[in-house]
Nanobody, 124 residues
């Protein structure tokens, strides 16, 4: 069964850090463009960050630029999202998604595989 599983979410105070993981099973991520998305209560889903299949190219939403870092370890079939200096407005369910190919741009609507999400809550 082909699936993506996110982990690493939780409750953190403003200014804190979390690292999200996105592990693939049933397929190898080597040839897949990966995106991290988030959806806050009452808001539309937005693209947060994305990474090319090789890991050589990355991009970020303006709201997280300088605070979040996306990376991938193809040997572990896992993509990560390091989130630092977290803000209350970062509270959301975070999803990873994959589509075969090199690069599509963050927020790409044609993502093929989706995880079920992990909740990040930033609160004092």
């Amino acid at each position: 069964q082909l699936q993506l599983v996110e982990s690493g979410g939780g409750l953190v105070q403003p200014g804190g850090s979390l690292r999200l993981s996105c592990a693939a099973s049933g397929f190898t991520l080597d040839y897949y463009f990966i995106g991290w998305f988030r959806q806050a209560p009452g808001k539309e889903r937005e693209g947060v960050s994305c990474i090319s299949s090789s890991g050589g190219s990355t991009n970020y939403a303006d709201s997280v630029k300088g605070r979040f870092t996306i990376s991938r370890d193809n040997a572990k079939n896992t993509v990560y999202l390091q989130m630092n200096s977290l803000k209350v407005e970062d509270t959301a369910v975070y999803y990873c998604a994959a589509v075969r190919g090199t690069w599509y741009g963050c927020g790409y609507v044609g993502m093929h595989y989706w995880g079920k999400g992990t909740l990040v809550t930033v609160s004092s």
